[in-house]
């Protein structure tokens, strides 16, 4: 029986945004390439042609005012094979009650973006979020590490999602990147063997494949995700990538599917 994969971090728009969204998010970050067109009728040929099952869709509210909008594109989605996340903005001053909402409407978890949303990991205000987020036990996916398409500053470092992990012990955060994209030093000194969650998207093609197998070998097999940060990346090809890894079978597996589907399952 073929391996069931599930891809813990894509991206994709509605049909009529979808070509705006992508001509800009390009020209933001010159040299990153765009492997689909960012539609959901894309992405799901993709997952065929890898023959991933399920993904998880990543929203990113990068203002206040898109939380509505969002929220209404992830029910018209939601399926068996797509599992979208919503995105709340942290300077959004209904926050807490979003945060409840997303919860009550049976979505599993919210997408945060350091860079795209203005905020810093450890500030004040986010530290409501990671309290109101716990309590309603969503999962959080958080971009970490630098990104491509801005300044290097350190937003949403290892070291400080250590300490938010320390502070709110019951916050299901999951990492992007391998914990930190383009910090991977300091994800290993800060989180490799510790209980936090990493998707693996982006890195592999950095770290190039001896660090990567150290790397996902460190962790705990019970903490990793496959992630692909489509369109971004090819699915088929990270796919390719992360089996030519030679891990063992059952952390493999961990990561292609069994912990996805444990965090998917409705608390």
């Not at 009550?104 to 203005?118: C, I, M, N, S, W």
């Not at 300044?151 to 938010?164: F, K, N, S, Y």
């Not at 770290?207 to 150290?214: I, M, N, Q, T, V």
């Not at 369109?231 to 990561?255: F, G, H, K, N, Y």
Request: net charge negative; glycine share 4%; with cysteine.
């Amino acid at each position: 029986m073929p391996q069931k994969i599930i891809d813990f971090h894509v991206h994709a728009f509605p049909d009529a945004l979808a070509a705006r969204a992508m001509k800009t998010l390009l020209d933001e970050a010159p040299g990153i390439q765009a492997y689909l067109d960012g539609t959901v009728g894309a992405l799901l040929e993709s997952m065929d042609r890898a023959g991933i099952a399920s993904s998880v869709v990543c929203c990113i509210a990068t203002k206040i005012d898109q939380f509505d909008p969002i929220l209404r594109w992830c029910r018209e989605i939601r399926s068996d094979r797509l599992i979208p996340f919503p995105s709340v903005h942290p300077a959004d001053p209904k926050m807490a009650e979003r945060i409840d909402r997303i919860a009550a409407e049976g979505f599993l978890g919210v997408k945060l973006h350091p860079f795209y949303q203005d905020f810093y990991a450890a500030e004040d205000g986010m530290l409501k979020l990671y309290e109101r987020a716990s309590a309603r036990k969503l999962l959080l996916v958080m971009h970490t590490g630098f990104d491509i398409a801005f300044p290097r500053q350190r937003r949403a470092d290892p070291e400080t999602l250590r300490r938010i992990t320390e502070r709110f012990p019951e916050l299901r955060l999951v990492a992007t990147h391998l914990g930190a994209w383009q910090q991977w030093d300091e994800v290993r000194r800060h989180l490799l063997g510790r209980p936090i969650y990493m998707e693996i998207s982006m890195s592999m093609e950095d770290l190039g494949p001896a660090a990567s197998r150290e790397m996902l070998m460190a962790h705990p097999a019970e903490y990793l995700l496959f992630g692909t940060d489509s369109p971004w990346t090819d699915q088929v090809a990270t796919l390719a990538r992360l089996r030519s890894l030679d891990l063992p079978e059952p952390r493999l597996s961990r990561i292609l599917y069994q912990n996805a589907c444990a965090l998917l399952a409705p608390a």
